[in-house]
């Protein structure tokens, strides 16, 4: 997949792969949500949760079964899937089921995974990690072009503030801009409250207002995560915008978007 379009682009889905009718269920709403909006949507899961705050939290239904969902899902209504990559062994496995591989904020510095999704030439989306500058992600995004791929990414998810907080410092998508790379927004993650349970918490309440912020002062695209029952999530339950939720969502943020 090539970079952005002058079209917004929209990467949303469920946070987990839980099972094959909860992909299909939402990748179903958000295509006829998307098909009346001038956006080009990605569809993204996570195959499996390595970072969980307890030993004891699910972790995913197995991951060549959900990448399959998933990468079914994608094709079902024609659109790239985008999934998380923990470590150089799974790179390889990922990257025959998913159009764009991410790497997970907590490993946006790890020099051979960022080189190893380099090389499948898939797009690379690098979250950024919630303890570094922005303008330290030009660096990581180096390390994928320096392996000949320049089809990177980079995703402003919240900076660590304080204990189990995060804090969007919207000057960070200004200076990542100026990287010269297609700067993504991710909500969800931002509103965060990391490890302040047995799974993290958060406040769904500012996700409007967050989402507005970043439309306005310019993104290339908006991440989010979406389950049509946010409390029954097996993963980040305390953050996931509510699938029925979304077309007010997006069309109010459209409404302050500059590109």
């Known amino acids: 997949m090539q970079n952005l ?30 098909r009346d909006l001038p956006v080009d949507l990605v569809l993204k899961g996570s195959y499996r949760k390595a970072n969980r705050t307890s030993a004891g939290s ?12 998933l990468r079914e899902a994608g094709t079902a209504i024609g659109v790239p899937v985008l999934t998380d990559v923990h470590s150089e062994s799974e790179v390889s496995m990922a990257a025959g089921f998913a159009d764009i ?5 907590f490993l946006s510095r790890q020099t051979s995974l960022l080189e190893a999704a380099g090389r499948t030439n898939r797009t690379v989306n690098i979250k ?13 995004a180096q390390k ?16 660590t503030f304080g204990y189990h907080d995060l804090v969007v410092d919207f000057r ?12 993504i927004f991710d909500v969800t993650h931002s509103v965060q409250q990391p490890s302040i349970g047995a799974q993290s918490g958060g406040k769904r309440e500012f996700i409007p207002a967050l989402a507005r912020a970043a439309a306005a002062v310019g993104i290339q695209g908006l991440f989010f995560e979406t389950h049509p029952d946010p409390s029954s999530a097996m993963s980040d339950a305390a953050t996931q915008l509510p699938l029925l939720d979304v077309r007010d969502f997006l069309s109010m943020v459209l409404d302050h978007w500059h590109g």
């Open 5 to 34: 379009t002058s079209r917004p682009i929209i990467i949303a889905g469920p946070c987990l792969v839980e099972s094959r009718d909860l992909v299909m269920k939402v990748a179903d709403h958000l295509a006829e949500v998307c």
């Open 58 to 69: 699910f972790q995913g239904i197995g991951d060549e079964d959900a990448l399959t969902y």
């Open 101 to 105: 591989l991410q790497i997970p904020a």
């Open 128 to 140: 950024k990690g919630q303890f570094m500058a922005p303008d330290d992600m030009a660096k990581a």
């Open 144 to 159: 994928v072009v320096s392996v000949g791929n320049r089809n990177v990414w980079l995703t402003e998810r919240g900076t």
């Open 172 to 183: 960070s998508l200004v200076t990542m801009r100026q990287s010269g790379f297609p700067v």
